[in-house]
């Protein structure tokens, strides 16, 4: 039965280096529409509860929230392809960077030094 400290096998460290690849491939493309989804989100309610403004007059932000502003190129389905592409992308990236990490976590010694690459 291997160690939780063991090695790696071959596969698994190539399985690694492509999903850290796929990771930083697809992060500037998730991040805008992360970003501009929660900025807008905490905008709204903090606007909402501290700033007094009503909700029409905070409308703006929820249009962002939630994808709205994509009716216009992608018509009526373009606000829930924006909310399910989001969606996907942040599941992804939350997945992957917890394999990432529970991958680092494994590889470190007993004495919590990480392990150096050809050691």
Known sequence: MPQANSAPSPWGRVLIQRLRRAHANLAPFVLLPLSL???????????????????????????????????????PQGETLYVLLNGLGLMWMLASGAAMALDRLRRRRPGGQPTIPGD
């Open 37 to 75: 989804t929660v900025i807008s989100g905490m905008g709204y309610r903090l606007v909402r509860d501290w700033g007094g403004l009503g909700r029409d007059q905070a409308h703006v932000l929820m249009v962002l929230h939630e994808g709205e502003w994509l009716q216009r190129w992608l018509g």
